[in-house]
C-alpha cells in the first residue's frame, strides 16, 4: 500500500488549501482513511477520519466546520480542503490507512504517506 500525499505550501491565516492523498497497491473498500498532523516538537495530531464503508467523517473538534474531508473513489483519492486556516495549523499533515473501522489514535493506522508542510502566516 502506498500513500502519496501532496498539496501543502504556505497560506496567510484565513486562507484556504487542499491537501491530496492518492493511495495505490491495494483495495480501500473496509479501509479508514485519516489525516493526521505534527507541530514542531509535538506529537501527532488527529485531524479527521474517514471509514469507507461508510463514508462517515469524524473531525478534531479543532478543525470542525473548518476543514472538509471527501473521497474521489474513481481515482482512490482522498481530498482535505482546509478553509479559515490558523497559524496554529501549521505542521506536516499525513495521510494514512488502517484495516479496519475508524480510530483516532496514529498509532493504530498501518499505512502512511510522506507527508506534505503546510505553514500559515499570521
Known amino acids: 500500500v502506498q500513500l502519496q500525499a501532496s498539496g501543502g505550501g504556505l497560506v496567510q491565516a484565513g486562507g484556504s488549501l487542499r491537501l491530496a492523498c492518492a493511495a495505490s497497491g491495494r483495495t480501500f473498500s473496509t479501509y479508514t482513511l485519516g489525516w493526521f498532523r505534527q507541530a514542531p516538537g509535538k506529537e501527532h495530531e488527529f485531524v479527521v477520519a474517514?471509514?469507507?464503508?461508510?463514508?462517515?467523517?469524524y473531525y478534531a473538534d479543532s478543525v470542525r466546520g473548518r476543514f472538509t474531508v471527501s473521497i474521489d473513489n474513481a481515482e482512490n483519492t482522498v481530498f482535505l480542503q482546509m478553509n479559515s486556516l490558523k497559524p496554529e495549523d501549521t505542521a506536516v499533515y499525513y495521510c494514512?490507512?488502517?484495516?479496519?473501522?475508524?480510530?483516532?489514535?496514529?498509532?493504530?493506522?498501518?499505512?502512511w504517506g510522506q507527508g506534505t508542510l503546510v505553514t500559515v502566516s499570521s
Open positions: 474517514i471509514p469507507r464503508h461508510t463514508s462517515r467523517p
Open positions: 494514512a490507512a488502517r484495516a479496519g473501522g475508524l480510530n483516532v489514535r496514529h498509532i493504530h493506522y498501518d499505512y
